[in-house]
């Protein structure tokens, strides 16, 4: 089964707040990676491909009238292709 990736340009990356950090990881999550996008490209996904990395989209918050950050945790184990 191969993965079928859209390449999405990122407005920038950013770091994880350490709020954001304590919250999640109160759930067990491990946000690692958190990006700045428009939202009219996100369509709902539940994992991104990063730097040849996978990762997990663990949520999605709006950031301002055009964009939406993702907060992301590294998948374990699974590497891109």
Known sequence: LQDKFVEIPIIE?????????????QQGL??????LISD???????????????????????ADNESIALICEKRVGVNAS
Do not use: G, H
């Open 13 to 25: 990356v950013q770091d994880i707040y350490q709020s954001e950090f304590y919250n999640a990881s």
């Open 30 to 35: 491990k946000p690692t990676l958190r990006l």
């Open 40 to 62: 009219l490209n996100y369509n709902d996904e539940e994992e991104l491909e990063y730097m040849k990395k996978r990762y997990a989209i663990i949520r999605v918050d709006k």
